[in-house]
DNA sequence: TATGAATGAGGCTTCATTCAT
DNA sequence: AATGAATGAAGCCTCATTCAT
């Protein structure tokens, strides 16, 4: 029955929240992501994040427990989420090239269209990664995310397509660097050069560049 | 004129800072320097600050007005110092291939030398480059960066080596974000894939690959 | 009556405490004993009491009404125990002398033996007794406690032993006093002055000096 | 200069105790004395104290650091300030028997007359002697202490009106205790037995009591 | 009788900044 | 040019208690 009120009455503005601790949990981590995302832990604020829920400034503690804990949980759904959207990508019926290729694409986009993740990470690693390392997430993160290209490389390789010495943990890196930077840097990189590379025909430019590069440095080149 | 003041009146001892006010600043910067770059700017604390300076907080503002002026000043001087940096580096007398590698290496190790720049950047980029874009600055910076790369890549469609496409503002999009991501995403890659790529080994590879890919995304290939 | 439901409800299992009103009352009290005497009344947390208890926090409010009125239960029910163990002694057929002495020592030991007890007398004159005050229990502690002295001393007088002017209630407060002591400043004493009068031989030579002097009080010395 | 604006302009009213940190610190102390002692460390309240006080929440948070820092301070000036009225007390020119006399009474009325420290070292008992045990006063308060019952105690015995084996800690302890007692459990006391003990007739009685029974228990008897 | 969810008021503490000398 | 003292505003968090079911 609490169920189906959750339902039912879900969104239906002031007062049809109560009694519904899933809905105000997420209610509450939607917001913290966004003001977490926008001035990191030390710059935001609870009163703020408070006051921008459909909740009170005591249930973030009663479920959150402070501060920390809220930006914890934050961290935590915003890689999982992402990891998520990660795993509806299906590429295991593309031939090598065309599957490193169109993981390239996938993670440049993806990243591109989740700044308020790219954000959060940045976050942590000003924090030197102490609030992640605290999660027991991380064991499954690494799995979902080089797995997809070590099957690629394995595939690559038996075709003979790719180098026999590629690394697909480097192919990460590669790949996460030039579609993280882009994100995380926009800002100063367009203040300083102009926004020309962040223009739609810009970044279709660099998204092209660097699929070229990362395939290219896979391939066996004879 | 107030480097040589700073030249002759710096080191009398125990209150030989008085009467020194370059000196006097430029120990506020280097504090304010390591301080902003470990806790970001809401993260960063003025008595703390103040605490390491071998003045006192009211220097602070006397010199710098607020906190977020000490932040500009500080992320001013860190640019400058980097740019300066790079313009000791003397590649114009070696063909294109070998002065674009030289770039690319010494773009890499520079980076991973200055964390502090790097942290400083993230923060800013976190703050929207807020900033930045208040400095005066902006336009110099520009120039020293890519002007290196121009020159090279000229050189390079000249001889018929590097593609006639070639950008040398996308080349150095591409350089910096591998230089960049290596330092500023070690914490959280570290956490989720191990230690591994920053081994010194792990390091060195990931160097050449980085020359690699660059070099071989600008040469004409036939 | 309560107690007979007690008696045969009780630890019928998991869930077996409820329909248990006896039950939880008293697991409730237990709890809430402890914790008061750890803490003091402002000190004490409801969350924490109704943690330890096998109940909800509702239910204290249901039986205890608030805190204050928890807090008045336990001191009530500490003072009922231990009266309740003073009536256990029997001293009416021992002569005299030998009676003062068995009721000192068993004072002693019995304070020892109970520092909650002692606890919360001493933060109930934290609070100037501002609750005891409220309990109808008052009129009956008196009763218990300086009624044996009394007959003792009643006992002695007429045998010619103690001395005539010996008052019941300045020897109820010489014993009660330094029994009290003893446990009540424990912490502070040993500090200041070492653990030495809290070793086992500590402490018997302080009984022994405790029974001596209260006995040497009241007796005719000729 | 400062220190005769301090003799002059000090409780002129508000705007005289500016750039006065004694003052406002002995200020601060004085009130937290009160509050601490009146409702406990969890019971008292900084804006209550702050309230009372000269100066502003803030200035308390400057000189004392937080709430236990100020408990802590508390503390120790109550030690000090009592061990300092002890020191006054001049013994050494009195027979043996006068001077223990003159040391209880001494300590009765001392006690009797600070009422704050007693309820202060019960609190602080509450809490174990949590926050006594990290202060570095503690040894001093070792020696003053008991200092003057040991010689005492060494001229009784060597004139031979003292039982050899008196143990001055022992006999320092059964003082303390009498002393002690009489303050600190008055509320509970004379809730249960009536204010008889607690008149004036009734507590010179105690007095004489108290006397009487620890010499009774120095001297040799023969 | 029982429970998890919810709450308003108020608690402690910290911040960047300014004042008086 | 320099310093310790001082501050108001706002930050994070906890408390005893009640509500909805």
New interface residues.
Partial sequence: MVEVALETERGTGRGGWKQDPAGVQSDILAVATAEFAA?????ARMDEIAAKTRTSKRMIYYYFGDKEGLYRRVLEEAYRKVREGERNLDLENLPPVEALTGLVEFTFDHHSSNPDFI?L?????????AF??QSNL?GS??AG??EKLEAICRRGKKEGVFRDDI?P??L???I???S???V??????????GE??YSAAGQA??RR?VV??VV??AVKLD
């Fill in positions: 001035n990191g832990l030390a710059g954000r990470v940045m976050i942590e690693n000003i924090h030197h990664g992640l390392s991380i993160l690494n995310a080089v690394d943990l480097e990460h890196w590669l996460s660097a030039l993280f930077f882009n995380s840097n926009r800002a100063t990189f367009s203040l300083i050069f020309r590379l430019s660099l560049h070229t590069m290219r440095f």
